[in-house]
């Protein structure tokens, strides 16, 4: 994006876009993760047990136990990444995870030294992290930034 105007990725597109997108950058080996909350029981017994018959015992005393939760990043699927003018497409090739998310549902993107994570309004962090390219992070987190404000900037032109 120079002085306002993008020059067109020229790379292998595998994603049906939508009319008037422009695809601006592409990568193929791209890791989607995302935080995943996982719930167990915890408990334990305490008090004493009287046996009454041969395998047939009578406890005395209580259970009490809590629920834990545990929180943490999970590889969800490796696929394709592209980045165009209106949208962020995600094609996964491993488990078949398919999105695209339109700048106008996205309300943060977080920049991480090799990856961006991108949040849906009302959704988790999808993080995306291009495998062969160190050090990407910042470059994805500015150029999203960029080109969701030009989107939000024309469709507000347009609705004035």
């Not at 597109?13 to 909350?37: D, K, M, R, W, Y």
Request: a neutral charge.
């Amino acid at each position: 994006m120079l002085h306002d105007q993008i020059d067109p990725y020229q790379g292998r597109i595998n994603f049906n876009l939508q009319a008037g997108e422009v695809p601006f950058f592409g990568f193929a080996n791209v890791l989607l993760s995302e935080e995943q909350t996982a719930n167990s029981y915890v408990g334990g017994y305490s008090g004493a047990s009287i046996r009454i018959a041969s395998g047939l015992y009578y406890h005395f005393g209580e259970v009490r136990g809590h629920r834990e939760q545990s929180t943490s990043l999970q590889e969800v699927d490796y696929g394709n990444f592209l980045i165009t003018t209106r949208s962020v497409y995600f094609g996964g090739t491993e488990k078949g995870v398919n999105f695209r998310l339109p700048f106008n549902q996205i309300v943060r993107f977080q920049p991480y030294s090799d990856a961006v994570g991108i949040c849906k309004n009302g959704g988790r962090e999808r993080i995306l992290a291009p495998q062969q390219v160190p050090g990407i992070g910042w470059f994805l987190f500015n150029a999203l930034q960029a080109l969701a404000a030009k989107e939000s900037d024309v469709k507000l032109r347009t609705t004035s």
